[in-house]
């Protein structure tokens, strides 16, 4: 059965350094999704995106982060100056065409030290 | 502004309980989609079902079934005869039917079911 992938599964970084999470949709869906977990916490939406381009974003998603669909395959999320308050764990999920339930990744555990 | 609530931070019970976890939600929306998630301990997050706002048809689906009441806002969730491996957070959500689809979830209930 399709799933959509996510690398990397856990990603330690420092600081003020920059991250590019990755994501593999589901092979003939068309919007994407990004979306983080804190320890303990609900699932907060970041941004969707549809036909190269957002469709909406929260308030979450400032100007640290971007998303881009550099291929016909992946989906990613880039986040400039990591704080700590980034730690988290990200999770990607897409959707088909006249379908309503998004299908997530496994996630991908950021920890900013 | 949409939100969903789900009171019940955390229930335990003894296999073979069955047991209901409650959803209620608010979207000024006439066309919306909700949707239960479950989590497992291995953190994934897998879809379980998707009710329209137009279709308040309840559903089994084996030992899983779904109440959803228009009239209270909400969309319950009973697990029949539980057993360990259903052990995990829950989380009910809402999506309205504009250009983002996003989802917004509730705060998730944690089952844990004990031997």
């Known amino acids: 059965e399709p799933e959509v992938t996510q690398t990397p599964s856990h990603q330690v970084t420092q600081m003020g350094q920059e991250v590019i999470l990755r994501c593999v949709p589901i092979s003939n869906h068309l919007y994407f999704y990004w979306y983080r977990q804190i320890l303990g916490q609900k699932v907060e939406f970041l941004v969707s995106?549809?036909?190269?381009?957002?469709?909406?974003k929260s308030e979450i998603f400032d100007d640290q982060f971007s998303v881009e669909r550099p291929d016909g395959s992946n989906f990613t999320l880039k986040i400039r100056s990591t704080k700590l308050e980034d730690s988290a764990m990200y999770f990607c999920?897409?959707?088909?065409?006249?379908?309503?339930?998004?299908?997530f990744g496994p996630g991908t555990r950021l920890t900013v030290t | 502004a949409q939100k969903v609530t789900q009171a019940q931070t955390e229930i335990s019970v003894v296999e073979k309980e069955d047991v209901t976890l409650d959803c209620v939600y608010e979207t000024r929306d006439t066309t919306y989609y909700l949707f239960w998630y479950k989590q497992p301990p291995s953190g994934e997050l897998v879809f379980l079902i998707r009710?329209?706002?137009?279709?308040?048809q309840n559903e089994i689906s084996g030992r899983y079934s779904w109440n959803f009441q228009k009239s209270t806002s909400s969309f319950n969730f009973t697990i029949t005869a539980s057993q360990v491996v259903d052990s995990a957070v829950y989380f009910c959500?809402?999506?309205?039917?504009?250009?983002?689809?996003?989802?917004?979830f509730g705060g998730g209930t944690r089952l844990m079911v004990k031997p």
């Open positions: 009710r329209n706002s137009f279709d308040e």
């Open positions: 999920a897409s959707r088909g065409t006249g379908v309503n339930e998004q299908y």
């Open positions: 995106f549809y036909n190269n381009e957002i469709s909406e």
């Open positions: 959500a809402l999506m309205n039917n504009n250009a983002g689809n996003m989802l917004t």
